[in-house]
């Protein structure tokens, strides 16, 4: 046995000095593993109160989030409260707080930078509160509810929203861009919840032979895991100019409601879960079908309106929507310019209310109990209304 270990010590020495010699490297067909790209960061500048995690969202410069469009984030990223706050994390004082952030991966392209405090209300206001919340993988738990901070990248002497644009060098190759800010103050707190509604209407909308299908909003009140406590629908008048003066773009002699706003979107057929259609004819191109919708404005004028029939200089809550669906499809790939369609395309179609302050709320969502209990969520029948054409 003694004889054998001058053996395995060559054996072992061979495989070390083997293992250090440096692997072949082959190019790859496979592009992932081609692409190039870069970062974003900088700093988190917080004049706040409030206390919670920081998330920073990135948008596509050409597909906004809501109010502005009607983008998703492309990616995020999470500076933790005890990060942010430090040793003020117990405390209620304004600031002002900073810390890193930090954005990897990202192509070469304009992008915009949002983000929100997700806010522990429960810290410093009576019930009812929010504790900190967000969940970027459901849709009724990734946005802002009332009491969180908004934020983002914007021009420090206008305030404007600024455009991120990360470049190329000479040889291609991304560059990192760095020194930016993200700023959040409590003048941009979120003031309410967000818009979740409900529908007790049948889901059938023949579109062949019915020319607008009307739909009733009230608010859905939700508790638990998801949060919602809506207090009505905040809906204001349109002022395109800013004059003062309600707009009236189309002429019928009555003042245009510009929120919130409706989206009915067609969704993919044979996939799980509710996910919209991204190419309804199968042709290969992207796109975006929609029914033409909005709210039928008479039952809010009232509300809209004073005694003398002048508008009301703020917005209002009211306790429902009345929402009209037309027979009418577009494509809405380009949201500035939709193109009709021909048909109205059969099949399932999304219910979305947009309020002025970018929140949103679809039916149908993770809470139709047939999707809830897999995703641990609460099951709630009425979140489960789809609009069904034929």
Partial sequence: MKRALPFLAFTLASLLSGGCDAPDVVPTADGRQNTRSAR???????????????????????????????????????VTAAELFGASLGDTSPGPFTAPFALS?????????????????????????????FNPWYSVTAEPNAGDVGGGAVDPLTSATRILEITTDADGWPQPLTGVS?????????????????????????ASTTPTKLLTLTPQVLTGAVDQRPPGFWVQ?????????????????????????????????????????????RD?????????????PDPLLAALLDEQGKPRPQ????????????????????????????????????????????QTWRLPNELDPALAEAVGLPGVASQAFVLEVR
């Fill in 40 to 78: 974003i960061e900088g700093n988190l500048v917080v004049q706040s109160r409030a206390r919670g995690n920081a998330i920073v969202f990135l948008y596509d410069a050409a597909n906004p989030p809501p109010p502005a469009g009607s983008g998703r984030p492309l990616a995020f990223t999470v």
């Fill in 105 to 133: 991966l990202v192509e070469p392209g304009r992008y915009l930078l949002r983000g929100f405090i997700d806010a522990d209300t429960c810290r410093s206001v009576p019930q009812p509160c929010h504790v900190s919340d």
């Fill in 182 to 206: 993200v700023s959040f103050a409590d003048s941009a707190t979120v003031p309410f919840d967000r818009p979740a509604f409900q529908t007790a209407d049948p889901r059938e909308f023949a």
């Fill in 237 to 281: 008048l349109a002022d395109a100019n800013k004059d003062g003066v309600p707009d009236d773009a189309n002429g019928d002699g009555k003042p245009d409601i510009a929120w919130p706003r409706v989206i009915v979107r067609k969704l993919a057929e044979g996939v799980p879960g509710y996910v919209d259609d991204t190419d309804h004819d």
């Fill in 284 to 296: 290969g191109q992207p796109d975006a079908v929609v029914l033409a919708a909005g709210l039928v």
């Fill in 315 to 358: 917005p209002v809550f009211v306790p429902q929507l009345l929402v009209a669906v037309r027979a009418q499809a577009l494509d809405a790939r380009d949201p500035a310019a939709p193109t009709p369609l021909a048909t109205v395309p059969p099949g399932r179609y999304s219910v979305t209310l947009l309020q002025s302050t970018g």
